[in-house]
């Protein structure tokens, strides 16, 4: 064994036939004769620790051995940009955002046309709102222009920094968070209450019907993403023109759509950082990121994996949505110019005793929140994306919101959903930043 490439190749196409964890003691043993070989340069050795290292990371599995291949990797070549990527997200996920940035920094000038690491940068730059180190990476970022992913975003931060920030007469609020998070749920109560109106998804409601994923129209002519409440028919509240309009000049956006509702104030379920950073880059709202339990949180995906059938109950699939879960509440916790505007929320807290949470919700809606209409169905008026359906059901069964805590969870997938060490680390980060909102000293 002379040549690392060789090896990695034979690692990945062994992952590809018979699975990632049955290809593990091939590995592991091909890891030990390298590391015991006096006959490999050290750079050989590095590229196979660093490989090694990555591949670990990204199935979230044996986490404290795969930092110590990454340092090792490291210590014998300081470029190995595998070992750095992993150091990269280490830092990201304990809250080394400087850490992270370095690495980051440090890996691309290994592999410049690296999008992972490209979108990493670019969103540590936003969430800092500095041009010079927007610029900066931008200049890294150009490297790779012509991918369609990137010269988009690209696109954005030239055409939106700076940008005029225009007086605000509604009050924007962004329920910010991962699928299944309970954003629905909140969003009806919010909704409940007449100088409030929630527009779940809205994102969606520049998008054409053939970029809606999860949904379509009988009317397969419709152009943009159905309404849930008007269905085939073209929305009342956001006709096409007006869908046509914003898709093509999305500045302001939000402000936009609050425009159209007769609400004071105007509730956003767009959850996802880089959607709603890339519609709003300032983040001109208030943003509430709500958030479960590790475990709690893959059990209401589970859940749903009938009406979403996103992949087989398997090891890897509770690794998989975790890694989702730990990568977007990161992002969500990156520092950014509108940090007093955001709270953490915890869903078991908040389910257990919501009135102790009402005052700072109102706060942040300004609105005067009732806590006696928690549970009811509120009227969420036209809305767009993934809880169409559920909306659906509660308005033909006129029925009370369900929380969602009875899901049944093999014992295996409840284990490993336990035991992942970075969603614990990134969900207990969030604990004490949901302390500080609700000025709560102790659970
Ligand atoms: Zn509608």
Redesign the pocket.
């Known amino acids: 064994m002379k040549n690392a490439n060789s090896l990695i190749k034979e690692i990945n196409a062994n992952d590809q036939k018979i699975g990632y964890e049955q290809n593990n003691s091939f590995v592991k043993r091909k890891l030990e004769q390298a590391l015991s070989s006096n006959t490999l340069s050290s750079n050989v050795q590095s590229s196979l620790l660093g490989f090694v290292a990555l591949r670990e990371f990204d199935h979230c599995s044996e986490t404290k051995n795969c930092l110590d291949f990454a340092k090792k990797a490291l210590e014998l070549n300081p470029k190995n940009w595998r070992a750095l990527t992993v150091l990269a997200f280490n830092s990201f996920y304990t809250g080394d955002i400087e850490g992270h940035s370095s690495y980051l920094e440090e890996a691309l000038k290994s592999v410049p046309n690296s999008i992972r690491l490209l979108n990493a940068l670019l969103n540590v730059s936003l969430a800092h709102n500095q041009p010079q180190i927007i610029q900066k990476h931008l200049s890294m970022a150009a490297l790779n222009n012509n991918t369609k992913k990137l010269s988009k975003k690209l696109e954005l931060y030239s055409t939106d920094t700076p940008r005029e920030l225009t007086k605000i007469d509604k009050h924007l609020v962004m329920l910010s968070g991962v699928s299944h998070c309970g954003s629905t749920y909140l969003g009806h109560f919010f909704s409940a209450h007449d100088d409030v109106e929630c527009f779940g998804e809205s994102h969606r409601i520049s998008m054409y019907s053939s970029e809606a994923r999860g949904e379509k129209t009988q009317n397969s002519n419709s152009k943009f993403a159905p309404?849930?409440?008007?269905g085939d028919t073209e929305?009342?509240?956001?006709p096409d023109n007006f869908r046509e309009e914003i898709r093509n000049n999305p500045e302001h956006y939000y402000k936009k759509i609050a425009q159209r509702s007769s609400a004071q104030t105007v509730v956003f379920g767009d959850k996802n950082y880089s959607i709603t950073r890339k519609l709003d880059p300032k983040a001109n709202f208030n943003e509430i990121v709500l958030f479960k339990k590790p475990e709690n949180a893959y059990k209401s995906q589970y859940k749903h994996r009938k009406t979403q059938p996103i992949d087989t109950p398997s090891l890897r699939s509770v690794n998989a949505y975790l890694r989702v879960y730990t990568d977007s509440y990161s992002n969500l916790m990156l520092p950014h110019c509108n940090d007093n505007k955001r709270i953490f929320l915890n869903w078991e807290s908040f389910i257990a005793n919501p009135e102790v949470h009402i005052p700072k919700l109102s706060h942040m809606l300004q609105s005067k929140l009732d806590g006696n209409v928690f549970g009811s169905f509120g009227l969420i008026g036209?809305s767009f994306g993934g809880n169409a359906d559920v909306n659906r059901d509660h308005k033909r069964n006129n029925s009370k919101i369900k929380k969602d805590t009875s899901t049944i969870l093999p014992e295996k997938l409840l284990l490993e959903a336990q035991n992942n060490y970075y969603a614990m680390v990134v969900y207990r980060r969030m604990m004490k930043l949901y302390q500080k909102s609700f000025a709560i000293d102790s659970l």
């Open positions: 309404c849930h409440s008007c929305c009342k509240q956001f036209h």
